[in-house]
C-alpha cells in the first residue's frame, strides 16, 4: 500500500495529543513525522509544555524565535523543502511562519491543511466580533490578503460539525472540511474505568473522604488562572449553600491563582472545598470522575468535558470555549452564559434537586462519546483529511476499541 508522507507542525506536543499520533503512526498508509519546538513564554506562565514522553512516532524539535505576539518556528520551511512530504498539516492559521509555509506548499505541490479547533463563541454576534479582530480585518474586511492566502489551503480539519460550518462560511467547500473531533484517549480511559469498578472498596472511602455527610460531588479539573472562572463556581457554592443545599467541590489543578481562590473559599465560608493540587496521570484522574456526581467548567471549556462525559457524569459549562460546541443543552450537559453567578447557580439547583435528570444528563454524556466524539472517530477523520476522503462525521456509529 502507498504511504502518504505526513509532516505534522505543532508547537508542542501536550500530552493529550501523544496517544492521537501514535495511532496515526500505526496505520499503514500514512507516514508520520511531527515537528515541534520549546513552549512560547506564554505557554511557560502556564506550565504548558511537551509530554515527557513521546515515543512511538516520529519526531523532530526545530527551534523557535518568540516576541511576544509573534512566533516563528525555524527550520520547518528547510525541512518540507528538503523533505517533499505528500501531506503538511499545521495549525494556527493566519500566523506568518504558517502562511509562509503554506506558500511554499503551494509551489512544491503539496497538499496542505489546516487543524483548526474553530471559534471558542456560541452567539452570532460574538462570532462576528471574533472575525472582526486585528486591524487588517477591520480595515479591509473581505479584502484582507491574510485571509485569502488561508483560503488557499487544500483543506481544513475542524474539532466539531460546528468548527466545520464556521469555515465553509468562511470560503472552504464542505468536501474540503474533514471533523477529527477532539478526544481524550477514549481507550485508555475505558481500560481505566473497568480497573478502577474492580476496586469499590477505594471509591467508596475517597466518595466518604468528599462526603462525610452524604453530600452531592462537584468536581472542576483545570489549571487554577482567571479564565477558569473558579472565582464564579464559589460564588454560586455560597448560594447554593445558603439555600440548603449540602455540596462539596473537588478542585484538581494548580497555578498562579491557586491562593488567591483558597483564600476566597474562606471568606465565603464554603465547607467541603478539596484542592487537591495537580495530577497529570490519567489514570488516578479517572477515579475523581468516579466518585463526583457533577462536572463543572465555569471558565474556558476544556478536553476534560470529554472525559466527564465517557464517566457518565452529567456536565455543566460556559458557553466559551472549543469543547462547548459538543455539549447539547438538555441532553448531555447545561450552559450557561460565562460569569453569569445566578444562571451557574439555577443550573447546579436544578441538577441537585434531581436524580433523575443527572442520570439522563449523564447517560446522555455517555452516549455522545461512544457514538460521536472518541479516539477512534479523530483518527478517522484525520485519516479521511489526509488521503482525501469524504468525511464520515455524519454516520450513526464507529464500532472501535473504545465503544466498550
Request: hydrophobic share 40%.
Amino acid at each position: 500500500m502507498a504511504e502518504y508522507r505526513v509532516y505534522l507542525i505543532q508547537e508542542i506536543i501536550p500530552s493529550y495529543r501523544v496517544p492521537v499520533f501514535r495511532r496515526l503512526s500505526d496505520l499503514e498508509d500514512v507516514g508520520l513525522t511531527v515537528f515541534y519546538s520549546r513552549g512560547t513564554r506564554a505557554m511557560k506562565r502556564e506550565n504548558l509544555k511537551s509530554s515527557s514522553d513521546i515515543s512511538g512516532f516520529r519526531h523532530v524539535r526545530t527551534g523557535l524565535l518568540d516576541f511576544g505576539h509573534y512566533i516563528f518556528q525555524l527550520g520547518v520551511l528547510l525541512r518540507v523543502l528538503g523533505g517533499r512530504p505528500d501531506v503538511v498539516i499545521a495549525g494556527q492559521a493566519g500566523r506568518l511562519d504558517r502562511l509562509l509555509l503554506l506558500a511554499l506548499c503551494k509551489m512544491l505541490g503539496i497538499r496542505f491543511l489546516w487543524f483548526q479547533g474553530g471559534v471558542p463563541y456560541t452567539e452570532e454576534w460574538q462570532i462576528k466580533r471574533h472575525d472582526q479582530r486585528g486591524f487588517l480585518n477591520r480595515w479591509l474586511k473581505h479584502y484582507n490578503p491574510k485571509a485569502a492566502l488561508t483560503l488557499k489551503a487544500d483543506g481544513v480539519i475542524a474539532y466539531s460539525r460546528h468548527a466545520k460550518q464556521y469555515y465553509m462560511e468562511h470560503g472552504f467547500r464542505a468536501d474540503s472540511v474533514w471533523v477529527a473531533p477532539n478526544s481524550p484517549d477514549t481507550a485508555a480511559l475505558y481500560k481505566y474505568k473497568k480497573e478502577w469498578l474492580g476496586h469499590s472498596e477505594i471509591l467508596s472511602a475517597e466518595r466518604n473522604r468528599f462526603a462525610p455527610s452524604g453530600e452531592k460531588v462537584l468536581f472542576i479539573l483545570g489549571r487554577l488562572n482567571k479564565v477558569r472562572k473558579l472565582d464564579v463556581l464559589l460564588q454560586a457554592l455560597s448560594k447554593l449553600q445558603d439555600t440548603g443545599h449540602a455540596v462539596s467541590l473537588i478542585v484538581i489543578g494548580d497555578g498562579g491563582e491557586r491562593q488567591n481562590l483558597e483564600r476566597f473559599a474562606k471568606d465565603l465560608n464554603l465547607e467541603n472545598i478539596y484542592f487537591e493540587g495537580a495530577i497529570y496521570d490519567e489514570r488516578e484522574l479517572a477515579k475523581y470522575f468516579l466518585v463526583c456526581d457533577i462536572f463543572v467548567t465555569p471558565g474556558v471549556s476544556s478536553i476534560a468535558i470529554k472525559m466527564a462525559m465517557l464517566f457518565g457524569v452529567p456536565v455543566v459549562t460556559a458557553n466559551y470555549g472549543l469543547e462547548v460546541h459538543d455539549v447539547q443543552e438538555g441532553v448531555n450537559g447545561c450552559i450557561f452564559p460565562m460569569d453569569d453567578v445566578n444562571a451557574l447557580t439555577e443550573k447546579l439547583g436544578a441538577l441537585l434537586k434531581s436524580n433523575e435528570l443527572m442520570t439522563r444528563l449523564g447517560q446522555g454524556g455517555a452516549n455522545t462519546i461512544r457514538y460521536e466524539i472518541n479516539i477512534d472517530r479523530m483518527i478517522q477523520g484525520f485519516h479521511a483529511a489526509i488521503v482525501g476522503e469524504p468525511s464520515q462525521e455524519d454516520s450513526t456509529e464507529l464500532e472501535g476499541e473504545n465503544n466498550g
